[in-house]
């Protein structure tokens, strides 16, 4: 078992729907859950991250942890076509938070159709 | 602000050949992250440091080397080179390692190829 998995999609929404991404853990006591997005050819860029259970939102990205599911997700409301970009989702696992060693999935493909 | 630089951007290597993927970041950044991505996957870490002097493996680093002697630079070394180091490798900063609110800074990455 991966210990961060996620689909690879791709995932396809029309534009102006929500799109919602899924990543389990399988590491009990991870700590910290992050969510980057990659465009392709380029470098991963943090647009969330998240420690606490319940739903933390900033713009049109709500972060999801639920950790007695071991479940993070991403929603992203109102879709746009520069939103495509493949998703990655990385915990820091417990005892490594003085480190801040990240653990990523192998990400989900987003296509937001016009 | 030049924040994390890689060079070089490209890279075509041959089987046995030795090269160094230089890193650099100007933002007095403790932490330093060397990670790999195979097509369609997410990044591995491949060694860290958490100051100048000090440097530790991290999921997957066979045939690599790091040396950490200023708080700049980051050298990754490849000695021996093998057609399953082909990938694309980034290095990654931030100001300590325990705050999410300090997220990891990318370089634009190395795309490199054994032959």
């Known amino acids: 078992q991966k210990e961060v998995e996620q689909n690879s999609g791709p995932l396809s929404v029309p534009e102006g729907a929500i799109a919602s991404l899924n990543c389990t853990y399988s590491d009990r006591g991870s700590q910290s859950f992050f969510w980057y997005r990659q465009y392709s050819g380029k470098s991963p860029e943090l647009i969330m991250f998240i420690y606490s259970n319940g739903d933390k939102e900033d713009g049109r990205f709500t972060a999801q942890l639920n950790k007695a599911s071991q479940y993070v997700s991403l929603l992203i409301r109102d879709s746009q076509p520069s939103d495509s970009a493949t998703y990655l989702c990385?915990?820091?696992?417990?005892?490594?938070?003085?480190?801040?060693?990240?653990?990523f999935g192998q990400g989900t493909t987003l296509q937001v159709k016009p | 602000n030049a924040g994390v630089t890689q060079t070089p951007k490209f890279r075509i290597l041959k089987i046995g050949q030795s090269m160094t993927l230089q890193c650099t970041q100007d933002?007095?950044?403790?932490?330093m992250y060397w990670y790999r991505q195979d097509p369609g996957m997410g990044l591995k870490l491949i060694y860290y440091?958490?100051?100048?002097?000090?440097?530790d493996k991290g999921e997957v680093p066979n045939g690599y080397n790091v040396s950490r002697s200023t708080t700049e630079d980051f050298p990754l070394r490849l000695e021996l080179a093998a057609p399953s180091q082909t990938s694309v490798y980034f290095c990654a900063s931030s100001l300590t390692g325990d705050r999410a609110d300090q997220p990891q800074h990318f370089g634009d990455g190395t795309r490199l190829s054994i032959l």
């Open positions: 990385a915990v820091i696992r417990e005892g490594s938070s003085n480190t801040g060693k990240l653990i």
């Open positions: 933002m007095n950044h403790n932490y």
């Open positions: 440091s958490v100051g100048a002097g000090i440097t």
